[in-house]
């Protein structure tokens, strides 16, 4: 999934366009869909390998490629950060909470941000309960990341099984657990169309703590050997 195709952003579009933003939004996505790429290209099984060390050589891998002569142009406009400190609450210095992943729209003001929080999915050890608990989906609910934000991901790393099968089971845990997650009604989990990301799911969530929704895009990534 190279990014080279149609998709386009328009960096004069006004700070309030939609579309604009949506665009950034959409190519965070491909960014990290290009990084993934690069990341499984080699020999190496990823189906046991730490969640930090798998967000780092991602964000190794999607900084390469928008320093690359032959990605999209439109890429010189995003930064990507790993381990980003979050300055929300009480928490100071080293204290701060760290997101996994973030993207920064340079060359305009305010900064426009997209910050990604990974869990591994795998079994045995590795299931449901930390993608959308406290420490993953939870995170983004309770308001400790993208406070400021309307839009946020989630990165699943598929160890086991496939992408589709993880895909069932999130739906199957969200819509149990949709009050505790502030799930909007009519806002079940569902297919996010774009032509050049796959396995994308979206969400909507009432952050009631801090009085403001939130469009979650989950982003499955297979990071084992499949034959």
């Known amino acids: 999934m190279e990014t080279s195709g149609p998709y386009k952003l328009n960096i004069d579009h006004s700070n309030d366009s939609s579309e604009y933003i949506a665009g950034f939004h959409r190519g ?6 290009a990084g993934h790429e690069r990341l499984v290209a080699g020999d ?3 189906s046991d390998i730490a969640e930090e060390e798998i967000s780092g050589e991602l964000a190794k891998h999607v900084q390469d490629y928008i320093n690359s002569l032959s990605s999209p142009d439109w890429t010189k406009y995003f930064c990507v950060q790993e381990e980003r400190r979050e300055n929300t609450n009480a928490r100071k210095g080293k204290c701060r909470k760290r997101v996994d992943i973030a993207f920064v729209l340079a060359g305009m003001k305010p ?7 990974a869990k591994r999915l795998r079994k045995p050890g590795f299931t449901l309960g930390g993608y959308i608990g406290k420490d993953g989906l939870g995170e983004f609910i309770a308001g400790n990341y993208a406070a400021d934000d309307d839009t946020a991901g989630m990165l699943g790393y598929v160890q086991s099984d496939d992408c589709d099968y993880w895909a069932r089971k999130i739906s199957e845990t969200i819509e149990k657990n949709k009050q505790d997650i502030g799930l909007i009604e009519g806002s079940q989990w569902q297919k996010a169309h774009f032509d050049d990301v796959d396995h994308c799911y979206k969400t909507r969530h009432n ?3 801090i009085k403001c929704e939130l469009l979650v895009y989950h982003l499955l990534l297979t990071l084992h050997k499949t034959t």
């Open 28 to 33: 965070a996505l491909c960014l990290i869909g």
């Open 44 to 46: 190496e099984d990823y």
């Open 111 to 117: 900064q426009k941000f997209m910050r990604f929080e």
């Open 207 to 209: 952050r009631s703590k």
